[in-house]
């Protein structure tokens, strides 16, 4: 297969280690930008992005995820779900989720196509975050994304099912 983006998608994976050096600022406006642009169901756009890069604010989010290899990220951005703002389908399925998720994975592909490590992280005390980060009942945390350099340049492998396994003609 010949193209730029299935090699930038094949080279992505989830960071669990980062070196201690600051994102250049232009590399989050890039990541930034690709966020923005970002589909969304309706157009609605029904998400928050916080930059978390501050000792107080990762500290807060390292007390709601606790893994040791989560401190080591010199920035986080923290995604949330505003649920006024989301559409909801007519047999009342919400899309904010879906939407959110777009745009995280806009963000974690930027961040690769920047040289930068990422990682989704959605197995957080989603309570905890939204009390430490003043959010209204609102506002949902979904997710929290840590980036910055890789400190190992080895991608570990990745296993995928088979195309004749996910795709079906009817």
Partial sequence: MIGKLI???????SCRAYLDKPVEEEKLAYIKECMRLAPSAVN????????????????KLQSCYTRPWFNGAPLYILVSVLH????????????GDID???????LCLAAADQGLG??????????????LFGMPDTEEP?????????????????TRK?????????
């Fill in 7 to 13: 090699d930038l998608i094949g080279s992505r994976y």
């Fill in 44 to 59: 609605r756009q029904p998400w928050k992005f916080r930059i978390v890069r501050s000792r107080e604010g990762r500290e």
């Fill in 84 to 95: 006024e703002q989301e559409w909801v389908r007519a047999d009342g399925k919400p899309h």
């Fill in 100 to 106: 959110a998720a777009i745009a995280v994975e806009h």
């Fill in 118 to 131: 990422s990682c989704w992280v959605c197995n957080f005390d989603a309570r905890r975050c939204r009390e």
């Fill in 142 to 158: 979904v997710a929290i994304v840590p980036v910055g350099y890789a400190s190992s340049a080895d991608v570990p492998p990745k």
């Fill in 162 to 170: 088979a195309l004749h396994e996910l795709f079906f003609e009817e």
